[in-house]
């Protein structure tokens, strides 16, 4: 008898069935991995817009009045894109306390839901 060549479907099984098993280890490490680089992004994010207004404060004693104006004024490159929703408009504006001058005082997340410590992203 001539055997032959190539792959038997026993053979071509247990291929698949090794591959599924790897990736059933490998996946739930990426999206994992993934939730938590968009959480760093949002948190880096937070600090500079932050940072450019403390700046801006600092520089002319009052706040801006908008995100736009700190990035006229070279304190922001650009508004940055919120990682959780994926877009720049997402963005909630605190005002300032009653008596000082400006609109934006503060900076927090529009996104819904948690973080995996299990903080609100509106809270950050």
Do not use: C
């Not at 760093?40 to 700046?55: G, K, N």
């Not at 400006?102 to 509106?122: L, M, P, W, Y």
């Amino acid at each position: 008898m001539r055997r032959e060549k190539g792959f038997t479907l026993l053979e071509l099984m247990v291929v698949m069935t090794i591959i599924a098993t790897l990736m059933t280890i490998a996946l739930p490490r990426y999206f994992n991995s993934l939730e938590a680089s968009k959480e760093t992004t949002l948190r880096q994010s937070l600090s500079a817009m932050r940072e450019a207004l403390d700046h801006f404060y600092g520089d002319t004693g009052r706040y801006p009045d908008s995100i736009e104006q700190l990035i006229e004024q070279r304190y922001l490159r650009n508004a940055p894109l919120d990682p959780i929703t994926e877009r720049k408009d997402q963005w909630v504006l605190i005002a300032p306390p009653d008596g000082v001058a400006g609109g934006v005082a503060d900076i927090k997340s529009g996104a819904s839901g948690r973080a995996r410590d299990g903080s609100q992203f509106s809270e950050w």
